[in-house]
């Protein structure tokens, strides 16, 4: 325990819900930096209020993670603007397996990996209006009740329960029924295989027909601005790729809780590829090269 919470015993409890905080907005906004932006700003509006104005608050926790969803709520309903000053495609910001953080030592800092958290959930999720998002994963992840969502969305409990239902159905529509963990890793291991054979063969056997590769490099670093359609053309962009040369190694690792690969040049990671894989094939790979992005993979 801190001298300062040893001062403030009521500071370990509050500062105790920072991992929900977290796992929360990231889920939110698909970005751990404005997660953590969401979380500091949070904590400053409880540390603004009086003694007295804390102490009327039945539930602090409950009080913070109804703040942290205003917030994020508020950060969606911009979001559109930003993303259009945005250079090239989007894409979530890939997290490393909880053991391989490297920038905060803190467990507080890190998200919770399961199903909620992976690529192909989170670019379904960024497609909704933030409503939608909002109110899906507060009712159907964090199991708030509808009248609680209500208060956050600013909307009656039924429109919540319809702007969950709608989202539902977008995530049941788009989703492709996930292979068990061996079989998808035996997959990114066959493509880490070809790929660095430069087999164009072998990659377009192991992509769906109607693949698509998206590359984030937000205008930082060299990547393709549209993304790519189609197992031949994806295979020979991957081919075509300088990045895996010039000293720079493949590697398998996790993302967002699945099997991925990343790339790495002199000890850093340059490149995270997280993918989404339908009827034993690849059916989407999302390539994070902003390092912006990849802050905790990198030291």
Not at 54 to 62: K, S, T
Request: hydrophobic fraction near 40%.
């Amino acid at each position: 325990m801190t001298g300062d919470e040893r001062l403030d015993p009521g500071l370990s409890a509050i500062m105790s819900e920072r991992r929900q905080l977290i796992n929360l907005a990231y889920r939110l906004l698909g970005s751990l930096a404005d997660a953590e932006d969401v979380v500091q700003e949070t904590y400053a509006r409880w540390y603004a209020m009086s003694p007295r104005e804390q102490e009327a608050i039945d539930v602090p926790g409950a009080w913070l993670s109804k703040v942290a969803s205003r917030i994020c709520l508020d950060l969606l309903k911009s979001a559109r603007a930003r993303r259009e000053r945005y250079v090239g495609e989007w894409v979530p910001e890939p997290l490393p397996e909880t053991s391989e953080w490297t920038t905060s030592a803190d467990p507080a800092d890190r998200v919770t990996l399961d199903e909620s958290v992976n690529m192909a959930f989170l670019v379904v999720l960024d497609a909704m209006t933030p409503a939608e998002r909002v109110a899906f994963i507060l009712h159907d992840v964090f199991r708030y009740p509808f009248p609680e969502v209500a208060e956050i969305v600013g909307r009656t409990p039924a429109a919540c329960r319809q702007l969950a239902s709608s989202a539902r159905r977008r995530i049941n529509s788009s989703q492709n029924p996930p292979p068990p963990t061996a079989q998808r890793s035996e997959l990114i291991g066959k493509f880490k295989q070809a790929w660095e054979a430069s087999d164009i063969q072998a990659l377009i056997t192991l992509l769906d027909p109607e693949v698509t590769a998206t590359a984030d490099g937000g205008g930082v670093v060299t990547a393709a601005l549209y993304p790519v359609h189609g197992n031949a053309e994806v295979a020979q962009y991957f081919v075509g790729l300088p990045i895996i040369a010039y000293g720079r190694t493949l590697l398998e690792r996790t993302v967002n809780g699945q099997p991925g690969l990343v790339i790495e040049f002199e000890g850093v990671i340059e490149t995270v590829i997280a993918f989404d894989i339908a009827d034993d094939r690849i059916a989407n790979i999302w390539a994070v090269r902003n390092p912006e992005k990849l802050r905790p993979w990198t030291t």
